[in-house]
Nanobody, 116 residues
Framework: DVQLQASGGGLVQAGGSLRLSCTASEFTFEGYVITWFRQAPGKEREGVSS????????YYANSVKGRFTISSDNAKNTVYLQMNSLKPEDTAVYYC?????????WGQGTLVTVSS
């Protein structure tokens, strides 16, 4: 089965860092736009950051700009989300999503918990 595997979540204190990984199996990220979404309890899912794996352009939500960095390693078929200066409000389940034309895939979530 085609899958996206998200990993790297955990419990961290405010001000700490985590790096999330999103790895694809059965397809490569070439030509895809990969987005990290997050969903906090009782809140709607929101887009956090995207990378266009064709041209490398990136997008960040205002809430994470300057703290999060998205990158891709084509050799490992993996997209990373480096999260620094984490805040309690970053606590959420993080999902990766890949889309290219009619093809779209969701990864399972990985939980990030930031304690104050």
């Amino acid at each position: 089965d085609v899958q996206l595997q998200a990993s790297g979540g955990g419990l961290v204190q405010a001000g700490g860092s985590l790096r999330l990984s999103c790895t694809a199996s059965e397809f490569t990220f070439e030509g895809y736009v990969i987005t990290w979404f997050r969903q906090a309890p009782g809140k709607e899912r929101e887009g956090v950051s995207s990378i266009n794996n064709s041209g490398g352009s990136t997008y960040y939500a205002n809430s994470v700009k300057g703290r999060f960095t998205i990158s891709s390693d084509n050799a490992k078929n993996t997209v990373y989300l480096q999260m620094n200066s984490l805040k309690p409000e970053d606590t959420a389940v993080y999902y990766c999503y890949a889309v290219r034309g009619p093809y779209e895939y969701w990864g399972q979530g990985t939980l990030v918990t930031v304690s104050s």
